[in-house]
């Protein structure tokens, strides 16, 4: 990890309030098993063997949690907040909700696409609509809700500079959260900021840029500047983690790993699955 991203690490654990101690010195609060549960789009979702290299985040994020916290990856691919909901897919997600869990929600990729009724919502109306949804439903069943904005595509100007991609849309999240009362994760923020340190050329590792033969299941190669290979998956996954910590959704004990390199060999795509 380079030394910006040490620094904001150690920054975001500083920031957190301490746990108080009992007598022993162990942590007033017990420990509880708990889930994160992620509502989400094809950049977090889990991919299978006849999709690799391609990667979500969600695939990496128990890396970077101790064993006491578990995920549940319920992102699909193609999703928006309006047709993750439309499918019934929140209702089947919340139903394994328990009081005490996190639900993670981050869409817009899909959001955007304005010829698609089925999926387009707009940034200060619909969109939000839809996300308090999610931020409903998970009150509703003890759960705390998180509202992430969506990770960045890559795209530099001509200077080499990193450009946003999402248009209102992140700003239509923050300011949901701030009017819910909801603990926010600002992806677009610092994976713009990390594609911007990269630059054009290294950021190429990040996602799934193949040249032709490197991959069976992208046998023509592949330019993609918004889907991740397994490194960065897990780079964002950092940054998730990072910033739940931050908005002490996470506290230290939860989270391992934030400092320390992760090889891509750890990540693995099950067999395909039927499509959904």
């Known amino acids: 990890m380079s030394l910006s991203r040490r620094q904001t690490v150690a920054a975001a654990l500083a920031a957190l309030p301490l746990v108080p101690a009992t007598a022993g010195g162990t942590a007033a ?5 708990r889930t994160l549960h992620i509502a989400g789009d094809s950049t977090a979702a889990q991919k299978y063997a006849d999709a690799a290299p391609e990667t979500g985040w969600g695939m990496a994020l128990p890396f970077f949690l101790t064993p006491g916290t578990r995920v549940a990856n319920h992102a699909v691919n193609g999703r928006s907040s309006k047709s993750f909901i439309d499918e019934g897919r929140l209702t089947a997600l919340l139903e394994g909700v328990r009081p005490g869990d996190d639900l993670l929600v981050q ?13 387009f919502t707009e940034p200060w109306t619909t969109y939000q609509e839809h996300l308090r949804r999610y931020v409903t439903g998970a009150r509703e069943r003890g759960a705390r809700p998180v509202l992430l904005t969506s990770v960045e595509r890559r795209r530099f100007d001509a200077a080499g500079r990193a450009v946003p991609t999402h248009g209102a ?8 959260a701030r009017e819910e009362g909801v603990a926010l994760v600002d992806v677009q923020a610092a994976s713009l900021a990390e594609w911007h340190r990269l630059g054009p050329g290294p950021s190429e590792e990040y996602f799934l840029w193949l040249e032709p033969g490197a991959s069976p299941n992208h046998p023509d190669g592949a330019r993609d500047n ?3 290979r397994p490194r960065g998956a897990i780079e964002v996954a950092r940054l998730v983690t990072a910033g739940l910590l931050a908005a002490g959704v996470l506290d230290p ?9 992760v090889p891509a060999a750890w990540i693995s795509w099950p067999p395909p699955s039927p499509r959904t």
């Open 29 to 33: 609060r017990p420990r509880r098993p």
């Open 107 to 119: 869409f817009g990729h899909n959001d955007q696409k304005t010829a698609d009724p089925a999926r």
């Open 169 to 176: 849309y992140p700003a239509a999240v923050r300011e949901l």
């Open 226 to 228: 918004t889907h991740f």
């Open 253 to 261: 004990r939860d989270v391992r790993r934030l400092d320390d390199p």
